[in-house]
């Protein structure tokens, strides 16, 4: 089946510790997507990648970075620098490039806590 | 003010009501419109999809978008415990990112 695998369901973090988290996707889609969510403020976008080794800034970018060096893959990293990271991060793709035709994709999201 | 309003609720009805659930926009060059439906700790799914004005249904759900008052629906004929969710409006002008409501939490009741 295809579809987008986030990894891990939950993860904890110490302050002061960076961490990665993964987003696959094997629906050969172009375009990729970091959302934050928490409670009351609904999804907001951190980066997005339309082509691979190119990504921009969302809205929220501060203390996060992302790689994509396959088209399959767009791993977030949550750095020290991000003062309230605990929240549920949601990893999305969709396709043609940038079109939003057939909506986006998300997997199942990740929860990360700061410990 | 935000491009799209979406009433967080929560939204509580009894079993076999008839649900309706909005958003409104400001942009008036959306012309895509979705509804996700997310349920506790999972990822948003796509539930309808509409392009510019009219109705479009989908067994027990129906969304109804006026571009004229840039006023978009989702209707839920004879709604059920597991249609408990939150449901997300989404919209774009088309080769733009989704922009997202935040969400309006919906509880039925058996």
């Known amino acids: ?42 999804l907001r976008l951190i980066y997005y990648s339309q082509i691979v080794n190119d ?15 396959k088209k399959e893959s767009f791993p977030l990293t949550v750095t020290s620098a991000q003062k309230n990271p605990t929240a549920f991060y949601l990893c999305a793709s969709s396709a043609p490039t940038g079109s939003v035709l057939y909506g986006y994709t998300f997997g199942s999201g990740t929860r990360l806590t700061v410990v | 003010q935000k491009e799209v309003e979406q009433d967080p609720g929560p939204l509580s009805v009894p079993e076999g009501a008839i649900v309706s659930l909005n958003c409104t926009y400001s942009n008036s ?30 067994g027990r759900f129906t969304a109804q978008v ?45």
């Open chain 1, 1 to 42: 089946d295809g579809g987008i695998t986030q990894s891990p369901k939950y993860l904890f973090r110490k302050e002061g510790q960076n961490v990665t988290l993964s987003c696959e996707q094997n629906l050969n889609h172009d375009a990729m997507y970091w959302y934050r969510q928490d409670p009351g403020q609904g």
């Open chain 1, 55 to 69: 990504f921009q800034k969302g809205d929220i970018a501060e203390g996060y970075s992302v790689s994509r060096e």
């Open chain 2, 29 to 58: 060059a959306f012309q895509y419109f979705m509804w996700y439906r997310q349920y506790s700790r999972k990822g948003p799914e796509l539930l309808m999809y509409t392009y510019s004005s009219g109705n479009k249904e989908d």
């Open chain 2, 66 to 110: 006026d571009k004229s008052s840039k006023y978009i629906s989702l209707f839920i004929r004879d709604s059920q415990p597991s249609d408990s969710a939150t449901y997300l409006c989404a919209m774009s002008g088309g080769f733009q990112k989704l922009v997202f409501g935040t969400g309006t939490r919906l509880l039925v009741s058996p």
